[in-house]
């Protein structure tokens, strides 16, 4: 049974940091892409970050400032953000890719975490 658990959000001052974490169950973390999503009160879901076999991918609005990377050891990605903004505060999802390729399509990823939140405040 696939299954994909968030950890690591909470409240963090702007210029903060937090490392999220996916830990993943049910299959083999290294054969598939992870996606990082976000979705803020009343607004949409947003892609922040995808780590495919190959490479890692980037929003705009989190590159240079967000970091995402396979912990393989653990069977866990990552997400360190660093220079934390108000406007970065939302909940948090991670979800699995049905293969190693790149997507920022929400619709493309086939299982989901329950989602970690994070607000950024002071």
């Given at each position: ?45 947003e892609w922040v970050s995808c780590i495919s076999s190959r490479s890692t991918y980037y929003a705009d609005s989190v590159k240079g400032r967000f970091a995402i990377s396979r912990g393989n050891a ?49």
């Open positions: 049974q696939v299954q994909l658990v968030e950890s690591g959000g909470g409240l963090v001052q702007p210029g903060g940091s937090l490392r999220l974490s996916c830990a993943a169950s049910g299959f083999t973390l290294q054969s598939y892409s992870i996606g990082w999503f976000r979705q803020a009160p009343g607004k949409e879901r653990k069977n866990t990605v990552y997400l360190q953000m660093n220079n934390l903004k108000p406007e970065d505060t939302a909940v948090y999802y991670c979800a699995m890719l049905g293969g190693s390729y790149y997507s920022r399509d929400a619709s493309s990823y086939t299982y989901w975490g329950q989602g970690t939140q994070v607000t950024v405040s002071s």
